[in-house]
């Protein structure tokens, strides 16, 4: 069965980093990439980048470009989300997901994590 594990997230002070993990099992490997995404209290849920499981392909939502960068461990069927230089409106639960085919639209991933809360004060 599929299963999208995320993990890493915590509190830190503005201009820190962190590194999310999302650990992937049930086959999700065979598909195309993994994206991740975020939604901060009260906010739709917002693109953070994706990457094809090749690692050929990636993409960044412009908020985040130069900051964060996404890879892939193919053997420890993870994705990471490393974000450097953190601002306060980078506070969001972020999740990872598969989608049905390459996409920046939250609405072709069809499966998620339950999610890592990063928080960032100043």
């Known amino acids: 069965q599929a299963h999208l594990e995320e993990s890493g997230g915590g509190s830190v002070q503005a201009g820190d980093s962190l590194t999310l993990s999302c650990v992937v099992s049930g086959g999700m490997f065979s598909r195309y990439a993994m994206g991740w995404f975020r939604q901060a209290s009260g906010t739709e849920r917002e693109f953070v980048s994706t990457i094809s499981w090749s690692s050929a392909s990636i993409k960044y939502a412009d908020t985040v470009k130069g900051r964060f960068t996404t890879y892939i461990d193919n053997e420890k069927h993870t994705v990471y989300l490393q974000m450097n230089n953190l601002h306060t409106e980078d506070t969001a639960v972020f999740l990872c997901?598969?989608?049905?085919?390459?996409?920046?639209?939250?609405?072709?991933?069809?499966?998620w994590g339950q999610g890592t809360k990063v928080t960032v004060s100043n």
């Open positions: 997901a598969s989608p049905l085919h390459w996409s920046y639209s939250g609405k072709e991933y069809d499966y």
